[in-house]
């Protein structure tokens, strides 16, 4: 049986968007952090693969020390997979200092940290160690982080055999039930604090880390995810699948949210697509469901048709499909009536049906681009000039499209008076760019 998505309050936006508040957001807990020191714990492990690559991550903790003085140590789970961190810049055992100042009020980050290990103890995840239950929250953490990660495409290392097979198959099921399960809680004394590096002058810009405080406080929060199972369907199942394309192109999309609402007009859950555009749920009871679309996936628009009611009938997956329109894109190419290419010029735009309104530069080579616009058309103007060249008082009109870029030129007169460009010492062929003045 498929795993039941229970109800959930709160909407993940994006990770590093919503990381940073104030930590006065509560005072009682932010008295136990300030600088605070990473370690390498050491213990490589390389037990799943994603994206036909095998992850090897490193044991990494800080020591909490609690109102009463007790010292725990507590896992670091870095945000920024990419970047080097604490157990690339130093030895096992050693430490970099970071600023734990910020709270992470990202709901799905922050529930996902709650829900891993050491929030649940080693009996619970079913796991042998720290070092594993580390390696199962991380992933989980990384599949939510990470845009081409889905937690369903991550598998066990093809290279394992045997006790460390098994200890790997462990790991994934542990991984998939951290995101899967929705925190309920009603403590109010709990965080997760985002680091960072304190030591950039010596270390450079490493991972910044989300760190856990007391994980036996239980989180005042809900976190919504996106798992769901890739199994076929039992025959005699009651089911809703959830389909998520692109409009024209029938691709799918990941990363939409749905609400769905039972017969009783109930939240069943919040639920993304995943990276098969798809979300499956086991439903009971049976009746008429309504499906809402709130958020779109990244880089589209919401649909016209954002609620859509579907009939769930006893052993059978009834369907619904959802369509998303991807934004367009202006780009205002800048030239000079001698042709060349004009950085520094600026312009408003204002979409005329809703009156948003969006200011770009030209670049060095001439471009100012405006992504993820509302298709409809838009009013042009120059706000100011290039120096040296006189700005053009036409306002213009463009119409953006759906899933397209569209290119505007505007020529500015060159003033009369003495030009000097700045060459290039090793190259006397390459104009310097912003380098030129107008006496």
Known sequence: MKKRFLSLL??????????????SAASSVTEALGEIDIYN????????????????????????VDSNGKEEEIPAYCVNPNTKGVPQSVAAGESIRYR???????????????????????????LENKEQAYYATKMALWCYILPHWDINDLKVN?????????????????????????????GDGYAVFYATCAETDKYGN?????????????????AYSNYTSTDEPAEDETALRIIKLESGTETPLSGALFEVIDPKGTTVGLFTSNSSGEIYIPLTPEGNYTVMERQAPAYHLLGKNTAQNV???YGKTAEVTFYNAPYGDLRIEKRSDTGAALSGAVFTITHIESGKTYTGETNFAGNAIFR???????????????????ADSTIYTATVVSGDTVSLTVVNKELPGLRIIK????????ALPQMAMVT
Request: proline residues 6%.
């Open 10 to 23: 709160l909407v993940a936006a994006t990770l590093m968007g919503l990381l940073a508040v104030p930590a």
């Open 311 to 313: 009939d769930a009938e």
């Open 158 to 186: 093809p290279s394992l055999s045997g006790v460390e097979l098994t200890r790997a198959q462990n790991i994934l099921r542990a991984a998939k039930d951290i995101t899967a399960l929705t925190t309920t809680g009603t």
């Open 206 to 222: 490493l991972q910044n880390y989300l760190v856990d405080t007391d994980p036996t406080t239980e989180i005042r929060l809900s």
């Open 372 to 390: 993820e616009l509302q298709p409809g058309a838009y009013r042009i103007s120059e706000v100011s000039a290039p120096i040296g060249h006189q």
């Open 100 to 126: 734990a100042e910020e709270i992470g009020t990202d709901p799905k980050a922050v529930g996902i940290v709650a829900n891993g290990y050491p929030a649940r103890g080693l009996g619970e995840l079913k």
């Open 41 to 64: 714990g050491g213990y490589p492990m390389s037990y799943l693969s994603i994206n036909g690559r095998n992850r090897e991550l490193i044991y990494t903790y800080y020591n909490y």
């Open 423 to 430: 060459y290039d010492r090793k190259n006397i062929f390459l």
